[in-house]
């Protein structure tokens, strides 16, 4: 098991950092303070430990071994349960990189457990020690603020990336790109992938500013969680807007791709048209020709003087007629 970090804070400050977990619980009831666990993808036997020592609800702990779980807030007596899913937009693929991250807070501890790369909660672990003791005074409901914010904020630049693609799906489109069916397609599942990741986060925060209300004591960190709950809610207006994009540039991509085929089955049955006339035209005089030509005796006409010039003006007069027929009715 990799701990990325384990500190015990009280009054904001970071008073102790253990070698071990087990000390970490000790001396974290001793001077009554917040223990604040990060953990990096930690095995059965491992998850199991800290899970007997704090007391964590079996569900909550099966949850963040099995992985995959969607964007949720579980309540277990006095502890909850945050499974997140952290994302990040890879701009060579155009593809967004999901990741899960489970939050167990109690009335005196956090313990993250990570399962990808992303978020980077050092940082945010960093800016409270830092730059907001006073916050981190708050105890746990600060620490849950903070990450959060971090992976809210993380969202941003994906729905840029995804909307930036979109963008230029529109321009493919109107430019008759042949592949441009496929990358919606593609885009689109990207876009529901990116859904489900922060569908969740309005209810789940608005939870969190209920359980805070009328707490004078936490008013700064409501204020930030509604401010983090607002851009929960314009991430996901986009992210609807975003779909609704992908299903009208589908339908345009349809209705172009059906007008092109019906204009060139339109220049195909001119085409044909033309060729069916000609061959129409000179398939008369051959059908003259081809009469005249078989030099029966009982012919009349194979002996007539004017038998020759009748043959040739018969097959002009039916050639010119049907020239004349196709003219008028745009075959030719």
Not at 142 to 162: K, M, Q, R, T, W
Not at 290 to 295: A, C, D, P, R
């Amino acid at each position: 098991m990799t701990i990325v970090d384990n500190a015990i804070y009280k009054d904001g400050q970071r008073i102790l950092a253990p070698t071990s977990l087990q000390e970490t619980f000790e001396q974290c009831k001793r001077l009554g303070g917040m223990a604040w666990v990060g953990l990096y993808r930690p095995d059965e036997a491992e998850l199991q430990e800290v899970a007997h020592e704090l007391n964590l609800h079996e569900l909550a702990v099966e949850d963040a071994l099995v992985g995959g779980q969607r964007a949720k807030l579980e309540r277990y007596d006095d502890d909850r349960f945050f499974v997140l899913i952290p994302a990040r937009y890879l701009d060579e693929s155009e593809t967004v990189e999901f990741g899960e991250l489970n939050v167990f807070v109690g009335r005196d501890f956090v313990v993250t457990v990570r399962h990808s790369e992303v978020p980077d909660l050092t940082r945010v672990r960093r800016h409270l020690e830092e730059q907001r003791p006073e916050l981190l005074a708050a105890g746990t409901s600060a620490v849950v603020h903070g990450i959060l914010d971090s992976v809210v904020d993380d969202y941003f630049p994906v729905a840029e990336g995804l909307e930036n693609d979109i963008a230029e799906i529109e321009d493919q489109i109107f430019a008759g790109d042949g592949n441009v069916t496929r990358r919606i397609y593609e885009l689109s599942r990207e876009v529901v992938g990116f859904h489900r990741a922060i569908r969740s986060l309005p209810h789940m925060l608005e939870t969190l500013v209920e359980a805070l209300e009328g707490d004078p004591g936490k008013v700064e960190l409501l204020r930030k969680l509604r401010d983090v709950h607002d851009h929960s809610v314009q991430l996901n207006d986009r992210v609807t807007s975003m779909r609704t994009m992908l299903e009208h540039a589908l339908e345009l991509d349809s209705t172009l791709t059906s007008k092109k085929l019906a204009e060139v089955s339109v220049a195909q049955n001119e085409q044909v048209k033309r060729i069916s006339s000609w061959a129409a035209i000179i398939f008369a005089p051959q059908l003259v020709g081809s009469i005249y030509g078989m030099n029966f005796d009982l012919m009349p006409e194979l002996h007539w003087v004017w038998g020759y010039p009748f043959a040739l003006g018969l097959m002009l007069a039916v050639a010119l007629t049907l020239f004349i027929l196709f003219k008028r009715n745009d075959w030719l």
